[in-house]
């Protein structure tokens, strides 16, 4: 296996703009996670699925933030309109259940939003 | 919910020396402990875990305690070398059906190796 895959990996983009990151989970893992992580905030955990559906999106900043996970093997993170603070690496994992099991993190997007 | 909390926030050590990193967690019921590891500019990436129904596990340098009364578990790295050098994330989750078992990450600890 690839291993979990995000695109793009680097993204620059001007304030307002909406902006979309891309995840492809590892085959037969059942969960799902989107994190952000800044130098300031750490790694925080925005929402997450189990089987497609989302679970907790507590950690969702704000309703300009919407994620979805049409099937198995995709999920998107939207952001519209961006943000300068939104700039961050977006992490996205997947395990085979969300407690009790490893996760695996794809590479990440850097997001800067001038 | 549960939270987690990590200490120290940054810890240098000389190299050959031993680090140790502490967290403690809120929920008695977390029986999940994964310790993850980011250098720089790359993904986290899982070195250890340990489950409740254990107290220490071990792996060559690195070795994890866990005190479920006391609600806190440890990282132990020896005999520390540069590739040490790293963020280190420790978390608690629930294993099992009916909860939210969702994974808590604590804030990390900058570990640096000095030569």
């Known amino acids: 296996d690839a291993g979990v895959i995000q695109s793009p990996r680097h993204e620059v983009t001007e304030m307002g703009q909406e902006v979309t990151l891309r995840c492809k989970p590892i085959?037969?893992?059942?969960?799902l996670f989107w994190y952000r992580q800044t130098m300031m905030r750490g790694l925080e955990l925005l929402i997450y699925?189990?089987?497609?559906?989302?679970?907790?999106d507590s950690g969702m900043p704000e309703d300009r933030f919407s994620a979805k996970m049409p099937n198995a093997s995709f999920s998107t993170l939207k952001i519209q309109p961006s943000e300068p603070r939104d700039s961050a690496v977006y992490f996205c994992?997947?395990?085979?259940?969300?407690?009790?099991?490893?996760?695996?993190f794809g590479p990440g997007t850097r997001l800067t939003v001038t | 919910g549960e939270n987690v909390e990590q200490h120290p926030s940054t810890l240098s050590v000389q190299e050959g020396d031993s680090a140790v990193i502490k967290c403690t967690y809120s929920?008695?019921?977390?029986?999940?402990f994964p310790w993850y590891k980011q250098e720089l500019g790359k993904r986290p990436q899982l070195i250890i875990d340990?489950?409740?129904?254990?107290g220490e596990k071990k792996d060559q340098r690195i070795a994890v305690t866990l005190n479920k009364t006391a609600k806190h578990f440890s990282l132990h790295i020896t005999e520390t070398q540069p590739e040490d050098s790293a963020v280190y994330f420790c978390?608690?989750?629930?294993?099992?059906?009916?909860?939210?078992?969702?994974?808590?990450f604590g804030k990390g600890t900058r570990l640096h190796i000095l030569p």
């Open positions: 699925f189990n089987n497609n559906v989302p679970i907790d």
């Open positions: 978390a608690a989750s629930i294993e099992g059906s009916g909860r939210d078992d969702k994974i808590i």
């Open positions: 340990i489950r409740s129904n254990v």
């Open positions: 929920d008695s019921a977390s029986n999940y």
């Open positions: 994992a997947s395990s085979r259940l969300a407690g009790g099991y490893e996760q695996y």
């Open positions: 085959s037969g893992h059942n969960s």
